[in-house]
Structure formats: C-alpha cells, structure tokens
C-alpha cells in the first residue's frame, strides 16, 4: 500500500489478556517508530527500528511492553497482562531512513476493560 | 530533557479569523522543529517543518519560523477555514533519528 497500515484499527480486551498490534510500514523505509497516544500524557515515544534493531526503546512503559521486527519491514508490538492505564491509540511511523521525514499510521485504538 | 509546550486549548475561531498557536521548547543544541495535524478520523500529518534557525516553515497558508532567541515555533495562519478544524501538534526531534517529541496538541474548531 502507499501508507503505514496498522492493524487491527480497534482492539478491546479484557484486563491481564495479551495483545499484539501490528504495523506496515512504507516499502523501503528503514527506520519504523511506535508511539502511544493518550488523553493524560499526549503522545510518548515507545521505541525505534533501524532495519531489524532496536537502538532505542527508551519509551516503552514496562517490561509487559515489547516490539519486534521482522525481515526489515512488519512490525509487532505486543502488550502482555493489559491493564486499563494501556488504553490508548498506538501509532506506527515509518522513514525512508532515519532524520527524514516520518509518516504516521492511523492507529490502533485499545481499550482495556 | 527535550520538550515542547503548546498553547492549550480548546481554540475556537470563526472563519477568516486570524490564527495563532504558541509553541516553545526546551533542547540542547539545535532541535529541527514541526508542526504535525491530526484531522478528524485520520492519522497525524506532517504540515510543516524547520530545520535551523530563522528558518519559516510553511504549507496550506501555515506559517510558522524557527525562533533561536525565544526558543518558539508559533504557528500561524491569516484567514482559517472550516477545513482547518483539526488538532495541531507542535514537536521536536534532536540526535541522530527522527525521534519526536511532542506538545499536548490543540483541538481547533473552526466555525462557519
């Protein structure tokens, strides 16, 4: 596709079930970034790809948080154990490399009840 | 540590109103500088950018200039639009990825 497509773009879930949330960057981009939006803290960087490697997950909130990549390209953010302070829209971005321009998905937005 | 304030909102202008958000930041050296647009229903959207100082971003009728001594990004527009409604998000990136730090965003409601 053109864009960053996000999958799936709603996600409700049951306090302490596992999620994951899925993100496709652009074609060719090789740096991928995933950060979290929501009401209290506006938006929070989580982590950041280099092709496969992750040299930054300074942002991610807990150690139930994890993210992979695989082939350079699919991104997977998995939350383990959800509780109800994750609710939140999850945002991928992508970058043909890393300081140029980011194009944002639309989102995932997880509910926790 | 980096960071970005923005003007709170709500802002609420009628058409052909002049439009002002404040921005200002806090970061060592010599951050780039954007202002991103989230529409309702869409994903965020770069609207322009500055990469060093005295530098003016500008795209749709925005406008915004990269200010050193104040450390400011304000963004600004002559006449808004119906259109324009949106939440704006003023942000940062500094170091050697595009890592971004943003303000808390202001929802703009532009009235007819």
């Known amino acids: 596709g053109a864009g960053v497509s996000q999958s799936p773009s709603n996600k409700v879930t049951e306090k302490g079930k596992d999620v994951e949330l899925r993100c496709d960057p652009i074609s060719g981009h090789t740096a991928l970034y995933w950060y979290r939006q929501s009401l209290g803290q506006g938006l929070e960087f989580l982590i950041y790809?280099?092709?496969?490697?992750?040299?930054?997950k300074s942002g991610l909130p807990s150690d139930r948080f994890s993210a992979e990549r695989t082939g350079g390209s699919v991104s997977t953010l998995t939350i383990q154990r959800t509780q109800q302070e994750d609710s939140a829209v999850y945002l991928c971005?992508?970058?043909?490399?890393?300081?140029?321009?980011?194009?944002f998905g639309q989102g995932t937005r997880l509910t926790v009840v | 540590g980096n960071s970005v304030t923005q003007m709170e909102g709500p802002v609420t202008l009628s058409e052909e109103a002049f439009l002002t958000i404040n921005c200002t930041y806090t970061a060592t050296g010599y951050p780039s500088l954007f202002w991103y647009v989230q529409y309702p229903g869409e994903g965020l959207q770069l609207l322009l950018k500055?990469?060093?100082?005295?530098d003016k971003g500008s795209n749709k009728g925005f406008e915004a200039t990269y200010r050193k001594e104040t450390t400011s990004f304000h963004l600004e527009k002559g006449s808004v639009q119906v259109s324009d409604s949106a939440v704006y998000f003023c942000?940062?990136?500094?170091?050697?990825?595009?890592?971004?730090?943003f303000g808390k965003g202001t929802l703009l409601t532009v009235n007819p």
């Open positions: 500055a990469t060093k100082a005295d």
């Open positions: 942000a940062l990136s500094r170091g050697s990825n595009y890592k971004l730090t």
């Open positions: 790809f280099q092709g496969n490697s992750a040299p930054d």
């Open positions: 971005a992508s970058s043909l490399e890393q300081r140029t321009e980011a194009f």
